[in-house]
């Protein structure tokens, strides 16, 4: 299949973590018109364009900062700050990552609070697409892949899999977290999952466009684990991720980041495909995950999720007023 990469606009969040650096190196070889590096901090995306201006070759690369994905109204600013005229064909929203702390933490937006991590891995990037959808600079058959991960459907020995006796159980842990004690790993399987039902339920309300949610596998190098502390942070990126990588049950952010430009390219994935590695794998052949959680398929919590979704943040399947700059 013909690559959709060569000469398209394409926006990516968090655009210098590992696998994020590691995805832009790789759509510099298939050549696309336009890369806009969307970092959270400024400085950190004028670098990363430094950094690749030269094996840029004929792609125009913009560096924007701003891009936090638990504060709205940093998303909004910096999508202002975009030239207007663009219009982006592929969009890659893979910023978020893991909340490491004790207890629940959340972030407050429109005086309700949200569970942190589900804000940053799946509503951060929904005001992200809200965002340039007000702005008109989502092409009108533009392909949006929201990043996964194995987590949403559990990882044994790593992640439990996401379970809820009750549809409203997951609502209110979006809100007020659970009783159980705080795991950052569970969290991020709980945010991973509510991204995938974002991602169905947006495939099925809007066809003009295509609604992707990918995961690579279980990749090293990234900077997810950089909230850690001293020895802790050491212990995990530099002997458990490399253990983990030996054993087969890990992969770099090199080989992650060739199979997400496979998903933006079009050669894996449908819209409303929820795509992953094997079932009880951490890595592997990668396959549809819907079979793997009850939940990915549950329409009633879909549809429930959306509502709070579209009342809160904004409906992204209707037209959108565009915004001066």
């Not at 702390?101 to 937006?109: G, L, P, R, S």
């Not at 009880?280 to 959680?293: E, H, I």
């Amino acid at each position: 299949m013909e690559s959709r990469i060569k000469e398209s606009s394409i926006f990516i969040t968090g655009a210098n973590g590992g696998i994020g650096r590691e995805t832009v190196k790789q759509l510099l070889l298939e050549k696309p018109g336009l890369i806009l590096l969307g970092c959270r901090k400024q400085e950190d995306a004028d670098k990363l364009k430094s950094e690749l201006q030269v094996s840029a070759g004929s792609t125009r690369l913009i560096a924007q900062g701003g891009f936090d994905m638990n504060n709205p109204s940093s998303i909004e600013l910096a999508i202002n700050e975009i030239p207007k005229e663009l219009e982006f064909n592929i969009v890659f929203l893979q910023a978020g990552g893991v909340v490491f702390n004790d207890n629940y933490q959340f972030t407050e937006y429109k005086g309700r609070q949200f569970e942190k991590t589900v804000f940053q891995n799946a509503l951060g990037g929904y005001s992200t697409l809200l965002e340039l959808k007000r702005n008109s600079m989502l092409a009108k058959k533009a392909r949006i892949v929201f990043a996964g991960g194995e987590g949403a459907r559990g990882i044994k020995g790593m992640i439990k899999s996401p379970s809820f006796e009750t549809n409203d159980q997951l609502l209110e842990y979006i809100s007020h977290g659970n009783k159980e004690k705080y795991n950052p790993m569970n969290a991020i399987g709980v945010s991973k999952l509510v991204s995938a039902l974002l991602v169905a339920k947006l495939s099925d309300l809007d066809q003009s466009k295509e609604y992707i949610w990918f995961s690579p596998g279980l990749t090293a190098g990234t900077n997810g684990l950089n909230a850690l502390g001293g020895i802790k942070k050491f212990v995990m990126k530099h002997i458990i991720f490399n253990l983990l990588k030996v054993m087969g049950k890990a992969q770099s952010a090199q080989q992650a980041a060739k199979k997400n430009v496979s998903a933006l390219a079009g050669r894996v994935a449908q819209s409303g495909d929820i795509i992953g590695a094997p079932e009880g794998k951490s890595l592997g052949k990668l396959v549809d995950q819907k079979p793997m959680n009850p939940l990915f398929t549950n329409h009633y919590l879909r549809d429930e999720l959306w509502k709070i979704v579209s009342n809160h943040f904004g409906d992204l399947t209707k037209k959108q007023t565009r915004k001066n700059k």
